[in-house]
């Protein structure tokens, strides 16, 4: 059974940094692309960032420059560091996989709360 597991939220003063981690039960090449979204009060669900299986990096373009995704293929584990943290940035950020070879299952995380005070 797949399961991703997100770490590393919590409360940060605006310009700090958060590193986010998401931990998969299984090896990260059983999947085409792994991901982070997140999700404000009142808004739908945004992609953050992916990173495919290939290594290839894709960034919401309001976030690139400032976030960033990587991931240690032995750890199982993609990671999302934060730099210059805003308060817009406050959101529960969710771990995203897609299965081989059809971008299907879709798995989720249970999502991982971080919120930046001005």
């Known amino acids: 059974q797949v399961r991703l597991v997100e770490s590393g939220g919590g409360l940060v003063q605006a310009g700090g940094s958060l590193r986010l981690s998401c931990a998969a039960s299984?090896?990260?090449?059983?999947?085409?692309?792994m991901g982070w979204y997140r999700q404000a009060p009142g808004k739908q669900r945004e992609l953050v960032a992916t990173?495919?299986?290939?290594?290839?990096?894709n960034y919401e373009d309001s976030l690139k420059g400032r976030f960033t995704i990587s991931r240690d293929n032995a750890k199982k584990t993609v990671y999302l560091q934060m730099n210059s943290l805003k308060p817009e940035d406050t959101a529960v950020y969710y771990c995203?996989?897609?299965?081989?070879?059809?971008?299907?299952?879709?798995?989720w995380g249970q999502g991982t709360q971080v919120t930046v005070s001005s």
């Open positions: 995203n996989a897609v299965g081989r070879p059809n971008n299907w299952p879709n798995y």
């Open positions: 299984v090896s990260i090449f059983s999947f085409n692309a």
């Open positions: 990173i495919t299986i290939g290594g290839s990096t």
